[in-house]
């Protein structure tokens, strides 16, 4: 089945540690997202990469990086130095081209609790 | 400004009761228009893209009206089933392609 996945679902940290979320696809898109949400809230883009090797930062990139070596493959590192890092954490992709219905299809999200 | 403002709810409406939501964007040159449901602790799925002639599926009905940049959303004979959070989605044409804005959401509870 094409999708997206993300792992793990949950995820406890202690403060002060790097941790790095995983957002894997199978749908061969060329575009992957990652957002992050907090409750009553909507959603935050916090980096996005358009093609292989490149990537931009979105409105909330600060205490994050990361990194894109292959096409199915959108890794997010959340360091230390993210003041508030207990989030729902989601990622998407999407085919990436062209301006008209470009609509992103979502993993199932990590919920990352920062202890 | 945010890029979409939505109307923050939450609507309680019994089985069976038509609702509307409704939504603005900031950006006139907008090209893309979604609606995406969010259950309670889960990911965001498409509900429907929106069309500029408006469009319908099932018992959900989507308008786009550009020149007061407004989006509604129409849920006919609501079902339990139809209890979440509705996000309205804009794309920004000007900024890199595919980037989207959400709305915070409207929160849906459709009671027997």
């Known amino acids: 089945d094409g999708g997206i996945t993300q792992s793990p679902k949950y995820l406890f940290r202690k403060e002060g540690q790097n941790v790095t979320l995983s957002c894997e696809q199978n749908?061969?898109?060329?575009?992957m997202y990652w957002y992050r949400q907090d409750p009553g809230q909507g959603l935050r883009l916090i980096y996005y990469?358009?093609?292989?090797?490149?990537?931009q930062k979105g409105d909330i990139a600060e205490g994050y990086s990361v990194s894109r070596e292959k096409k199915e493959s959108f890794p997010l590192t959340v360091t230390s130095a993210q003041k508030n890092p207990t989030a729902f954490y989601l990622c998407?992709?999407?085919?990436?081209?062209?301006?008209?219905?470009?609509?992103?299809?979502f993993g199932p999200g990590t919920r990352l609790t920062v202890l | 400004r945010k890029e979409v403002e939505q109307d923050p709810g939450p609507f309680n409406v019994p089985e069976g009761a038509t609702v509307a939501f409704n939504c603005t964007y900031s950006?006139?040159?907008?090209?893309?228009f979604f609606w995406y449901r969010q259950d309670c602790r889960k990911e965001p799925k498409l509900l429907m893209s929106?069309?500029?002639s408006g469009n319908e599926d099932g018992r959900f009905t989507a308008q786009l009206n550009r020149a007061s940049q407004y989006i509604s959303l129409l849920i006919r004979d609501s079902k339990l089933s139809d209890s979440a959070t509705y996000l309205c989605?804009?794309?920004?044409?000007?900024?890199?392609?595919?980037?989207?804005?959400f709305g915070r959401g409207t929160q849906l509870t459709v009671w027997p």
């Open positions: 989605v804009v794309n920004d044409r000007g900024s890199t392609l595919g980037r989207l804005y």
């Open positions: 749908l061969n898109h060329d575009a």
């Open positions: 990469s358009q093609i292989v090797n490149d990537f």
């Open positions: 998407a992709s999407s085919i990436g081209q062209g301006p008209l219905y470009n609509e992103q299809f």
């Open positions: 929106v069309y500029s």
């Open positions: 950006n006139s040159a907008s090209q893309s």
